[in-house]
């Protein structure tokens, strides 16, 4: 079975890569994240051709998950667990963004999340992020009560070591390296959760995201923040890992690649 994670950053301007890809990786299943669409707006007939069905989770311009599988898609569950809001930086009142969708796909019961940001380590929204995470935490303990082989895959928007940034001196005094969010993720792994590594099919570091800026991905300046967490049951089938770099080519691109796990169940 092969299973993916990809921030697509709209799935509107990626459609026709995204069909493309699906096509040519042939993924069972998809997590994807940034969908930048309300759930009924999700181009669900053009990925139902290759066979797909689809669960999203998706409101509006910003944000947005959803799981793509051509192997069942049952017990679908948009949100976590006491799911934290957020108040715009407008005014506007706190509302529960759509950041997270779980579902039963075969034999696999996986997760897709996009971790907020956080923006900056004393803007609200990285309190916030670390309150979203404390709700993940929740939700994948319930979770992980099941016998069953469960995942956790998507934009976590926080490098989980030193080496999964290019430069560790571009990022100080700000977000996805301090020890507050790489602790969230111990949380995680404390409770049984195995952070699954791909290999690279370039260079020595497996990144998954370069800014369009400043000619990022060209050098080679990236982060490694999209993640494939498992238990021991699917982290322990895991046969290979790697980022399709070569889908982060070209016009059009998503600055996201994706991660593909392969597994043998």
């Given amino acids: 079975m092969r299973i993916a994670t990809w921030n697509v950053n709209s799935v ?6 995204l069909v493309s890809w699906l096509r040519s990786a042939a993924p069972d299943v998809l997590c994807l994240q940034e969908l930048k669409c309300a759930a009924d707006s ?3 007939d053009e ?8 669960a999203a989770h998706g409101t509006g311009r910003w944000n947005g998950v959803a799981i793509v599988s051509r192997v069942g898609l049952s017990d679908v569950t948009r949100g976590l667990r006491d799911e934290p809001g ?5 005014g506007s009142d706190e509302t529960v963004e759509p950041r997270a969708i779980g579902a039963t796909c075969g034999d696999l019961r996986l997760w897709s999340v996009y971790v907020p940001n956080g923006r900056d380590v004393e803007h609200p929204h990285f309190a916030y992020k670390l309150r979203w995470l ?3 935490h929740a939700t994948a303990a319930a979770e992980l009560a099941a016998s069953v082989p469960f995942g956790v895959l998507g934009d976590f928007n926080i490098a989980p070591a030193d080496h999964d940034v290019w430069d560790l001196a ?3 005094q700000t977000t996805h390296i301090t020890e507050s969010e790489r602790k969230a993720l111990g949380v995680l792994q404390d409770a049984g959760l195995r952070d699954i590594v791909p290999r690279p099919l370039k260079y020595d570091q497996p990144f998954t995201y370069w800014d369009y ?10 982060m490694r923040i999209d993640l494939a967490y498992g238990n021991a049951q699917l982290a322990g089938a895991v046969t290979d890992a790697y980022v399709d770099r070569e889908e982060r080519k070209g016009k059009g691109a998503s600055d996201h690649a994706p991660v593909v796990v392969d597994l043998s169940l």
């Fill in 12 to 17: 509107g301007a990626r459609l026709p890569r």
């Fill in 42 to 44: 999700f181009p669900t």
């Fill in 47 to 54: 990925v139902a051709e290759l066979g797909y069905e689809v």
């Fill in 86 to 90: 957020y108040a715009a930086d407008d």
């Fill in 134 to 136: 404390e709700a993940l």
């Fill in 170 to 172: 571009e990022f100080a």
């Fill in 213 to 222: 800026r400043g000619l990022a991905f060209p050098k080679n300046k990236g």
